[in-house]
């Protein structure tokens, strides 16, 4: 169980979420430009062999899962690897556990019951509550995330969704949703990138039933998703107005919001450098 004085993880306002992990240099630059962490997305491996090189070319620049696949990484290996880490850069490092797709994973089993007993595990394996999130979306598993771990990690959802996962987790939990962003004032264009990262999601239905209690209609929700299913979970447009979007998550009541940056990998750094001052981060 989480102990109530346990402090919220403290990561920023603002850090970004990527399948790559980034490279030392771009840790180095991410950090200067203000933002508190960097998020390993697209269930990296168990070792959590990329954490070292990021944290060692940083020094305050936090690192997290987002998020760790149970089906596919040992709870027991995972508890080793965050115990390494740990020790060598105590603090810094966030352990974010999900359940994955149920449409992508051979093994799948009664999900919550089997998140609870990896919960167990890295509990026997003395993972701090205070140093782990859960990937969640509904109800039930955010409010296993407030019992069992710091707080929520949602994925692919709106400040709709982050006003309700407020009220459903208290103000004690931490709330770290992820949302996208395309740094164009083209619409067209810059709905077709977003379409193309979304369009994975329109047959997975732990977010398909998200959006519907969203209010997303099935129209919508039809591949390759409406333009208002897109503009809702793809900020886009200048920089000021997707830090206005941005902002909307931290006014719902997140803690810190995961900016996954769509398009070309030249385009993280430069999109992330026109966010910096609209999001009031330091040069």
């Known amino acids: 169980m989480t102990d109530a004085l346990t402090l919220k993880p403290n990561l920023g306002q603002y850090g970004i979420w990527t399948v790559t992990p980034v490279t030392p240099e771009q840790a180095g630059q991410i950090e200067k430009l203000g933002y508190g962490a960097v998020w390993i997305g697209g269930s990296p491996a168990a070792d959590l062999s990329y954490v070292e090189p990021i944290l ?3 020094e305050n620049l936090q690192v997290a899962t987002g998020i760790i696949n149970i ?6 290996t995972v508890a080793e690897s965050f115990h390494r880490v740990e020790a060598a850069y105590p603090g810094r490092f966030l352990l974010g556990i999900g359940v ?3 449409e992508r994973t051979g093994e799948y089993r009664k999900p919550y019951d089997a998140l609870v007993e990896y919960l167990d595990v890295l509990d026997a394996a003395k993972v701090p509550t205070s140093r782990r999130v859960l990937a969640a979306l ?3 598993v955010l409010k296993l995330s407030a019992r069992r771990s710091a707080g929520a990690h949602p994925y692919l959802t709106t400040p709709e969704h982050t006003e309700h996962a407020r009220a459903v987790l208290g103000e004690a939990v931490f709330l770290a949703p992820e949302h996208k962003v395309v740094l164009d004032t083209d619409a067209a264009a810059a709905r077709a990138i977003g379409r193309e990262k979304v369009e994975f999601y329109l047959d997975l239905t732990n977010y398909l039933n998200n959006w519907r209690r969203l209010g997303f209609t099935d129209a919508d929700l039809k591949k390759p998703g409406s333009d208002k299913l897109i503009d809702a979970v793809v900020a886009h447009g200048s920089a000021g107005a ?3 979007r941005l902002r909307q998550h931290i006014a719902a009541g997140a803690d810190h919001v995961t900016i996954q940056v769509l398009g ?3 385009n993280l750094i430069p999109t992330l450098t026109e966010l910096a001052g609209p999001l009031g981060l330091k040069d």
């Open 138 to 140: 509904g109800d039930k």
């Open 56 to 58: 060692e070319a940083t």
């Open 100 to 102: 994955g797709h149920p």
């Open 71 to 76: 089906w596919a990484s040992d709870a027991n």
């Open 264 to 266: 070309e990998p030249d």
């Open 242 to 244: 997707i830090a206005a």
